[in-house]
């Protein structure tokens, strides 16, 4: 069993920043897809990046267009725990962010699609970004 805790959320004025933290707990795998998801009410959950952990080389950290270029995702492995550093924040960033975790999707983890819902999720963590 995989648990995931996110933290770093919280409100923030269009133009700043935020840090949201992803700590992975539980059995480890040698290799790991890890992705950064959110949901706006009344809308559905999007994708918004994606990194590859392992040993190999996985390809590129994958970024959703809407996020392209102001998030960035990375991972410390000695903690654990995936960042998402989110820059020039806008007020339609504003969604709940969940943190996932899938050990079997390693091979799409750099495109950003998915064959199915990823395995492991944290409770998710609300950003509010004001105008």
């Known amino acids: 069993q995989v648990e995931l805790l996110e933290s770093g959320g919280g409100s923030v004025q269009a133009g700043g920043s935020l840090r949201l933290s992803c700590v992975i707990s539980?059995?480890?795998?040698?290799?790991?897809?890890i992705g950064w998801f959110r949901q706006a009410p009344g809308k559905e959950r999007e994708g918004v990046a994606s990194i590859y952990i392992g040993d190999t080389a996985g390809g590129d950290p994958y970024y959703a267009d809407s996020v392209k270029g102001r998030f960035t995702i990375s991972e410390d492995n000695a903690k654990n725990t995936v960042y998402l550093q989110m820059d020039s924040l806008k007020p339609e960033d504003t969604a709940q962010y969940y943190c996932?975790?899938?050990?079997?999707?390693?091979?799409?983890?750099?495109?950003?699609?998915?064959?199915?819902?990823?395995?492991?999720w944290g409770q998710g963590i609300l950003v509010t970004v004001s105008s």
């Open positions: 996932a975790s899938d050990p079997w999707l390693t091979y799409y983890c750099s495109t950003g699609s998915f064959p199915r819902q990823f395995q492991y």
């Open positions: 539980g059995q480890r795998y040698s290799t790991n897809c």
